[in-house]
Protein backbone atom coordinates (compact mmCIF):
# COMPACT_ATOMS: atom_id res chain seq x y z
CA UNK A 1 0.00 0.00 0.00
CA UNK A 2 2.20 2.34 -1.54
CA UNK A 3 -0.25 5.70 -1.08
CA UNK A 4 1.53 8.67 -2.29
CA UNK A 5 5.56 8.44 -2.63
CA UNK A 6 7.39 11.27 -4.01
CA UNK A 7 10.96 10.88 -5.71
CA UNK A 8 13.30 11.99 -5.48
CA UNK A 9 13.64 12.03 -1.88
CA UNK A 10 16.53 14.58 -1.94
CA UNK A 11 18.07 16.66 -4.39
CA UNK A 12 20.68 18.77 -4.50
CA UNK A 13 20.97 21.35 -7.88
CA UNK A 14 22.48 24.63 -9.08
CA UNK A 15 20.82 28.24 -9.77
CA UNK A 16 19.18 28.12 -13.11
CA UNK A 17 19.25 24.58 -13.77
CA UNK A 18 15.68 22.75 -14.39
CA UNK A 19 14.05 20.69 -12.03
CA UNK A 20 11.40 17.95 -11.78
CA UNK A 21 9.66 16.29 -9.08
CA UNK A 22 7.63 13.53 -9.65
CA UNK A 23 4.29 12.20 -7.78
CA UNK A 24 3.02 9.20 -7.78
CA UNK A 25 -0.17 8.13 -6.19
CA UNK A 26 -2.05 4.20 -6.32
CA UNK A 27 -5.25 5.54 -4.32
CA UNK A 28 -7.18 6.93 -7.51
CA UNK A 29 -7.46 10.80 -5.55
CA UNK A 30 -9.20 13.41 -7.88
CA UNK A 31 -7.53 15.87 -6.81
CA UNK A 32 -3.57 16.14 -6.39
CA UNK A 33 -1.46 19.22 -4.51
CA UNK A 34 1.53 20.45 -4.56
CA UNK A 35 3.04 22.32 -1.17
CA UNK A 36 6.10 23.73 -0.08
CA UNK A 37 7.20 23.88 3.65
CA UNK A 38 9.37 26.91 5.01
CA UNK A 39 9.91 27.42 8.31
CA UNK A 40 7.52 30.48 9.63
CA UNK A 41 4.71 29.75 6.94
CA UNK A 42 3.64 26.40 7.42
CA UNK A 43 2.42 24.97 4.02
CA UNK A 44 1.82 27.46 0.97
CA UNK A 45 0.16 25.74 -2.35
CA UNK A 46 1.89 25.82 -5.06
CA UNK A 47 -0.32 24.35 -7.41
CA UNK A 48 -3.12 21.70 -7.84
CA UNK A 49 -5.07 19.20 -10.24
CA UNK A 50 -8.84 18.16 -10.21
CA UNK A 51 -8.40 16.30 -12.70
CA UNK A 52 -6.07 14.73 -15.55
CA UNK A 53 -4.62 17.64 -17.93
CA UNK A 54 -6.88 20.17 -15.29
CA UNK A 55 -4.57 21.96 -12.88
CA UNK A 56 -4.30 25.66 -10.97
CA UNK A 57 -2.73 28.02 -9.74
CA UNK A 58 -1.96 28.05 -6.04
CA UNK A 59 -0.38 31.09 -4.08
CA UNK A 60 2.75 30.48 -4.46
CA UNK A 61 3.02 29.65 -8.00
CA UNK A 62 5.47 31.83 -9.74
CA UNK A 63 8.51 30.07 -11.13
CA UNK A 64 6.55 27.07 -10.90
CA UNK A 65 4.56 25.03 -13.50
CA UNK A 66 2.98 21.59 -13.30
CA UNK A 67 1.43 18.54 -15.63
CA UNK A 68 -0.78 15.73 -14.86
CA UNK A 69 -1.01 13.21 -17.75
CA UNK A 70 -2.02 10.17 -16.22
CA UNK A 71 -4.64 10.15 -12.67
CA UNK A 72 -1.87 8.48 -10.61
CA UNK A 73 1.19 11.22 -11.35
CA UNK A 74 1.50 14.58 -10.70
CA UNK A 75 4.57 16.72 -12.13
CA UNK A 76 5.88 19.84 -10.58
CA UNK A 77 8.97 21.96 -12.44
CA UNK A 78 11.41 24.61 -11.47
CA UNK A 79 12.07 25.91 -14.71
CA UNK A 80 15.29 27.38 -13.74
CA UNK A 81 15.92 26.92 -10.18
CA UNK A 82 16.38 29.58 -8.17
CA UNK A 83 17.97 29.79 -4.46
CA UNK A 84 14.86 31.16 -3.24
CA UNK A 85 13.47 27.68 -4.00
CA UNK A 86 15.18 26.08 -1.71
CA UNK A 87 12.70 23.71 0.52
CA UNK A 88 10.93 21.00 1.01
CA UNK A 89 8.10 19.78 -0.98
CA UNK A 90 5.09 18.07 -0.14
CA UNK A 91 2.34 16.12 -2.71
CA UNK A 92 -1.20 15.61 -1.57
CA UNK A 93 -4.14 13.26 -2.99
CA UNK A 94 -7.64 14.57 -1.97
CA UNK A 95 -11.14 13.41 -2.76
CA UNK A 96 -14.21 14.18 -0.67
CA UNK A 97 -14.77 17.07 1.86
CA UNK A 98 -10.56 18.47 0.96
CA UNK A 99 -9.19 15.83 3.08
CA UNK A 100 -5.46 15.37 2.16
CA UNK A 101 -3.25 12.66 2.16
CA UNK A 102 0.48 13.23 1.95
CA UNK A 103 3.61 12.21 0.33
CA UNK A 104 6.98 12.11 2.50
CA UNK A 105 8.35 15.22 1.21
CA UNK A 106 11.79 16.06 -1.15
CA UNK A 107 13.91 18.09 0.32
CA UNK A 108 15.49 20.74 -2.04
CA UNK A 109 18.38 22.49 -2.31
CA UNK A 110 19.58 25.30 -4.83
CA UNK A 111 22.95 26.50 -4.53
CA UNK B 1 -10.81 33.56 0.80
CA UNK B 2 -10.09 31.54 4.54
CA UNK B 3 -7.11 32.30 6.87
CA UNK B 4 -5.86 30.71 10.36
CA UNK B 5 -3.59 31.77 13.13
CA UNK B 6 -1.74 29.65 15.23
CA UNK B 7 -0.59 32.09 17.57
CA UNK B 8 2.01 29.76 19.23
CA UNK B 9 4.66 28.98 17.20
CA UNK B 10 6.38 26.73 19.66
CA UNK B 11 4.71 24.85 23.41
CA UNK B 12 6.93 22.85 25.56
CA UNK B 13 5.04 20.36 27.75
CA UNK B 14 6.33 17.99 30.62
CA UNK B 15 4.86 14.19 30.22
CA UNK B 16 1.51 13.71 31.57
CA UNK B 17 0.99 16.99 31.85
CA UNK B 18 -2.43 18.51 29.77
CA UNK B 19 -1.52 20.43 26.72
CA UNK B 20 -3.92 23.03 24.40
CA UNK B 21 -2.85 23.82 20.92
CA UNK B 22 -4.23 27.24 19.80
CA UNK B 23 -6.37 27.28 16.30
CA UNK B 24 -8.61 30.59 15.34
CA UNK B 25 -9.90 30.66 11.66
CA UNK B 26 -11.26 33.36 9.68
CA UNK B 27 -13.87 32.92 6.67
CA UNK B 28 -16.80 34.59 5.66
CA UNK B 29 -18.49 31.00 4.34
CA UNK B 30 -19.23 27.52 6.53
CA UNK B 31 -16.05 25.56 7.04
CA UNK B 32 -14.52 22.30 7.56
CA UNK B 33 -11.53 22.02 9.99
CA UNK B 34 -8.74 20.13 10.29
CA UNK B 35 -5.78 19.10 12.66
CA UNK B 36 -2.84 17.26 10.72
CA UNK B 37 0.32 16.17 12.78
CA UNK B 38 4.35 16.14 11.01
CA UNK B 39 6.33 14.08 13.04
CA UNK B 40 10.44 14.34 12.78
CA UNK B 41 11.26 13.77 8.82
CA UNK B 42 7.71 12.81 7.65
CA UNK B 43 4.96 14.00 5.62
CA UNK B 44 1.48 15.36 7.18
CA UNK B 45 -0.97 13.07 8.81
CA UNK B 46 -4.66 13.67 9.26
CA UNK B 47 -5.28 13.71 13.59
CA UNK B 48 -8.69 14.77 13.31
CA UNK B 49 -11.56 16.53 11.60
CA UNK B 50 -14.65 18.32 11.43
CA UNK B 51 -17.03 17.88 8.99
CA UNK B 52 -20.40 18.86 10.33
CA UNK B 53 -22.23 17.00 13.24
CA UNK B 54 -21.40 16.87 17.00
CA UNK B 55 -18.84 19.73 17.68
CA UNK B 56 -16.20 17.37 19.50
CA UNK B 57 -14.21 15.56 18.01
CA UNK B 58 -11.89 13.03 18.72
CA UNK B 59 -8.66 11.30 17.31
CA UNK B 60 -7.60 7.67 17.98
CA UNK B 61 -4.71 8.87 19.97
CA UNK B 62 -6.25 10.84 22.95
CA UNK B 63 -6.60 14.10 21.12
CA UNK B 64 -9.61 15.95 20.83
CA UNK B 65 -10.90 19.58 19.07
CA UNK B 66 -13.70 21.41 19.46
CA UNK B 67 -15.32 23.52 17.02
CA UNK B 68 -16.50 27.01 18.25
CA UNK B 69 -18.06 29.31 15.60
CA UNK B 70 -19.24 31.92 17.60
CA UNK B 71 -15.60 32.51 18.77
CA UNK B 72 -14.07 30.61 15.47
CA UNK B 73 -11.32 28.44 16.95
CA UNK B 74 -10.56 25.21 17.09
CA UNK B 75 -8.41 24.08 19.07
CA UNK B 76 -6.64 20.92 20.31
CA UNK B 77 -6.39 19.36 23.86
CA UNK B 78 -5.26 16.10 25.30
CA UNK B 79 -5.38 15.42 28.88
CA UNK B 80 -1.80 13.93 29.11
CA UNK B 81 0.86 14.07 26.93
CA UNK B 82 3.76 11.30 25.86
CA UNK B 83 6.83 12.00 24.76
CA UNK B 84 5.96 10.29 21.45
CA UNK B 85 2.88 13.36 21.05
CA UNK B 86 6.34 15.43 19.77
CA UNK B 87 5.73 16.56 16.52
CA UNK B 88 4.71 19.35 14.56
CA UNK B 89 0.78 20.29 14.57
CA UNK B 90 -1.04 22.11 11.96
CA UNK B 91 -4.31 23.75 11.44
CA UNK B 92 -6.16 23.82 8.46
CA UNK B 93 -9.51 25.29 7.05
CA UNK B 94 -11.47 24.87 3.89
CA UNK B 95 -15.14 26.13 2.53
CA UNK B 96 -17.54 24.18 2.15
CA UNK B 97 -19.12 23.30 -1.05
CA UNK B 98 -18.21 21.94 -4.94
CA UNK B 99 -15.06 24.36 -6.13
CA UNK B 100 -13.58 24.94 -2.62
CA UNK B 101 -10.73 21.72 -2.77
CA UNK B 102 -8.46 23.76 -1.24
CA UNK B 103 -6.95 23.52 1.75
CA UNK B 104 -5.53 26.33 3.76
CA UNK B 105 -2.94 25.71 7.03
CA UNK B 106 -1.67 27.72 9.75
CA UNK B 107 1.95 28.01 10.58
CA UNK B 108 1.95 25.31 12.84
CA UNK B 109 2.92 24.62 16.36
CA UNK B 110 6.10 22.73 17.47
CA UNK B 111 5.02 20.31 20.76
CA UNK B 112 7.81 19.78 22.66
CA UNK B 113 7.40 17.22 25.47
CA UNK B 114 10.04 17.11 28.08
CA UNK B 115 10.78 14.05 30.68
Known amino acids: DAGITQSPRHKVTETGTPVTLRCHQT?????MYWYRQDPGHGLRLIHY???????DKGEVSDGYSVSRSKTEDFLLTLESATSSQTSVYFC??????????FGPGTRLTVL | AQSVTQLDSQVPVFEEAPVELRCNYS??????LFWYVQYPNQGLQLLLKYLSGSTLVESINGFEAEFNKSQTSFHLRKPSVHISDTAEYFC?????????????FGTGTRLTIIP
Open chain 2, 27 to 32: SSVSVY
Open chain 1, 27 to 31: ENHRY
Open chain 1, 92 to 101: AGGDRYNEQF
Open chain 1, 49 to 55: SYGVKDT
Open chain 2, 92 to 104: AVSARGFGNEKLT
